[in-house]
């Protein structure tokens, strides 16, 4: 889909021209109208190689781009403890002392704010399944076991942000909210599904905890009927997939007029996050980046010469031109390339 679109779209236009291109490719490419992550991703990493293109030959960061100073460094979360905290692997916790324990190494690493998905994981190790519908005895004692020990881990001046994945139902959601209200939750993540935004509004018009969602949305037009129904509490837009840079930044805006935050969602390589903190340092809204346990992965942080990482949970923002990224020699041999002679 890249190929396809940069060579009917992109190619031989004027890098600077980024809204003429992002209209041309959501008008002109026919698919893009019924929307999806394959198209708008595609449409989301040419957006963002125009701004990075433009911030170079221009000598400043997208974010000055934009109109913004550079921020303060901006607050961060450890995300998804359910899979530990640390370095060098991922492992699917079950015993609720070693959610605690994962809880104390974020918070001795300087996080006031962890994310955790209590209900991933089923108390054998494996990946948790039937989780719509009304949970089990079973499945709430879990959870509060679990919520109880990672708020005992990050300690009462701290905020947790619980996870759900669009895993439950919106019946599940709201037990899994009433279980936990009284943990000092920040934000409920994903209570449901997005396919109609009925069961999503629901959960959030009963939930005792504010909600958060949005990122399996595409477009300023996705997120529109929920910011309109007034059921999220802050909307987490991936920059990979809504659009690009150029997108989200009218996403930002636009919740902005319904007094609503931003929190973009990041769960890809370093180059996603370095897109995300240009996102967030330049809107009016920002609530709080995601450090995704991903991102301290040597197969993540080889990828390129950077190696962005938070200090004392707050990340700085780059001030290189454009994205500031550069691919590692070694990661760019390993790539597959792929010769296309025409693309019709």
């Not at 019924?34 to 190689?49: E, I, Y």
């Amino acid at each position: 889909m890249v190929l396809a679109l940069g060579q009917r779209f992109v190619l031989g236009q004027d890098p600077f021209s980024t809204e003429t291109i992002w209209e041309r490719m959501l008008r002109k490419s026919f698919w893009a109208e019924g929307g999806g992550p394959v198209v708008f991703g595609a449409m989301s990493a040419l957006d963002a190689a125009l701004w990075d293109i433009k911030g170079k030959a221009l000598g400043e960061p997208v974010h000055r781009l934009l109109g913004a100073d550079t921020p303060q460094p901006l607050r961060c979360y450890a995300s998804q403890l359910q899979f530990d905290w640390n370095i060098e692997s991922v492992v699917n916790l079950t015993d609720p002392a070693r959610y605690r324990d994962a809880a104390i190494q974020a918070r001795e690493q300087g996080y006031d704010c962890v994310k955790v998905d209590p209900l991933m994981i089923a108390s054998d190790g494996s990946r948790a399944a039937k989780l719509r519908g009304i949970l089990s005895p079973e499945q709430r004692r879990l959870v509060r076991s679990r919520m109880e020990a990672i708020r005992e881990g990050i300690g009462m001046d701290a905020d947790i942000i619980l996870e759900l994945h669009s895993f439950t139902s919106t019946a599940g959601a709201l037990q899994t909210a009433e279980l936990v209200k009284d943990l000092g939750i920040l934000f409920m993540e994903e209570p449901t599904h997005y396919n109609g935004p009925r069961a999503h509004n629901r959960a959030a018009r009963r939930s005792p905890v504010p909600i958060a969602a949005g990122e399996r949305l595409y477009t300023r037009w996705g997120f529109l009927p929920y910011l309109e129904a007034e059921s999220m509490d802050m909307i987490q837009p991936d920059v990979g997939l809504v659009g690009g840079i150029s997108e989200a930044v009218k996403i930002a805006h636009l919740a902005h007029t319904f007094d609503v935050g931003v929190q973009a969602h990041i769960c890809g390589s370093p180059l996603a996050t370095a897109i995300a903190l240009q996102f967030e340092a330049a809107i009016p809204n920002f609530e709080i980046h995601e450090h995704h346990t991903y991102a301290l992965k040597s197969c993540n942080r080889d990828l390129f010469e950077e190696d962005l990482q938070p200090k004392s949970g707050r990340f700085e923002i780059p001030t290189r031109p454009g994205f500031g990224m550069t691919l590692a020699p070694d990661a760019e041999a390993k790539m597959v390339k792929t010769e296309v002679s025409s693309m019709g």
